[in-house]
């Protein structure tokens, strides 16, 4: 049997079309910033991508920030969102609402503001079917609160976040305070979410949304924020005044490229895509019924992207199970990439489950673009097995 390959949502695999793309812009030999025709060439690459980015989001092309990938990108939201406004109301409590699961960059960045900074954080509670409530936002949300931070979708077992019944919640709260009131900003991790679903971050009242290219077919090494306009965010990177000052240092234009690309045929292709995303997970869902009737789905199948799957098994923990189909040329994972190797557990198990159930775990079962009917078969069949 082939290696198949099951983690798309820890890295899909490269688009042909887009390190086609990327080949070319390789050869552009100025750097961005210079004015000679060289520099020029490398600039109207950029502004290309990022205009091919911004559609992507029903945005313009100025509101696109380009970074190293989500990681930075989260960072440059959160502790930029949270610097600037701390600028500007320089006394007083600041609080920061957070889902118990956002990505570790964006967690272990509202963390260091708490110790660093005096920032006050509040978690909000989180159903077993792995999604937040409106309510409880509403609930959460106090005079101080700055900084509001949901994940798209979950990045362990795909849940979909009712986004913009949460923006509908901070516009109502920031209209409380008024013209000259403290601000609040509504962030918004779409890594998992922008493969397979529209996302129009100003249309449903997100300011900060990121994102990274190698979740769409796209290169490592690069993302991008989508900031709407008038949201104050101050860099994490200083020195070199690219990107409109918010992302400083020389622009890898090769991946900005590929990025712009990777976009381009997204947005092309998505709907269509979907479509056949969501035939194979119900396929998958059959058979994994027939081959492993005692396996459970975490999540709700009904408010998850349409290919993401987390698979426990009563009899094997999920480091077993994903080892052992490993050994069996399947490729799948234990949860989120940047969590692998830590001893910790996940903390989306965590905060949907108590004790061993959340730390015996599961396997994520993740795919797309290049993903066949009959490999999501062998693997409900190797999954029986075990």
Known sequence: MQPIYLDYAASAPLDRRVADAMGNAAQLTGNPSSIH????????????????VARLFGAEAGSVTFTSGATEANALAVAGAWHAIRRACPQGALRILVSPFEHASAWETVQRLSKDEGAIVDVLPVGRDGVIRAEDVVAAL???TVIVSVMWANNVIGTLQPIA????????????????????????????????QEVLPFAVGVDLLTFSGHKICGPKGVGALIRRVGVAVEPVIVGGGQEAGLRHGTENVAAIVGLGAAAEILAAERVSERQRFSEMRAAFMKALRACAPRAEIVGDPERSVPTTVFVRLPSRG??????????????????????AGSRRGSRTLAAMFDGQR?????????????????????????????
């Not at 025709?37 to 490398?42: I, K, L």
């Not at 919640?169 to 890594?191: N, S, Y």
Request: overall charge neutral; some cysteine.
């Open 358 to 386: 959340a730390m015996h775990g599961g396997v994520r079962v993740s795919f797309g673009r290049f993903t066949t009917f009959s490999e999501l078969e062998e693997c409900a069949k190797a999954i029986g097995k075990r």
């Open 142 to 144: 106090t005079p101080e």
């Open 318 to 339: 999920g480091d077993h199970l994903m080892l052992t189909l490993d050994v069996a040329g399947i490729a799948v994972s234990a949860g989120s990439a940047c969590d």
């Open 165 to 196: 019944e949460i923006g509908r919640a901070v516009a109502v709260e920031r209209g409380k305070r008024g013209v000259g009131g403290l601000p609040i900003v509504f962030h918004a991790d779409a890594v998992q979410a922008v493969a397979t």
């Open 37 to 52: 025709a060289f520099g020029r060439a490398a600039r109207e690459a950029i502004d290309l991508s990022r205009t091919r």
